[in-house]
């Protein structure tokens, strides 16, 4: 059973930074298995960033430059590092290891 807990969303003013992180437990088949989504009050759930190998990942274009995915592999995290960060940014994050997997979330609210 994979248990994935998420940290680091908060309040954050129009430009500034945050990193989010999410602890993977127990048997994961590979930490480049995960990706990060999103989901603003009445949309749909939406890609964010995801790796695609262990060497690649790929964005959705409105956060291409300003985020960036990267793991620990000892430490089984992976973290979201959001920069110039933007009121539509605004959303529940999730992490997601696969198809079944999926942390609680955590609230990013970007405002001024």
């Known amino acids: 059973q994979v248990q994935l807990v998420e940290s680091g969303g908060g309040l954050v003013q129009p430009g500034r930074s945050l990193r989010l992180s999410c602890k993977a437990s127990g048997s994961i088949s590979s930490i480049y298995a995960m990706g990060w989504y999103r989901q603003a009050p009445g949309k749909q759930r939406e890609l964010v960033a995801r790796?695609?190998?262990?060497?690649?990942?790929t964005y959705a274009d409105y956060v291409t430059g300003r985020f960036r995915i990267s793991s620990d592999n000892a430490k089984n995290t992976v973290y979201l590092q959001m920069n110039s960060l933007k009121p539509e940014d605004t959303a529940v994050y999730y992490c997601?290891?696969?198809?079944?997997?999926w942390g609680q979330g955590t609230q990013v609210t970007v405002s001024s």
């Open positions: 997601n290891h696969g198809l079944h997997f």
């Open positions: 790796f695609t190998s262990a060497y690649t990942s």
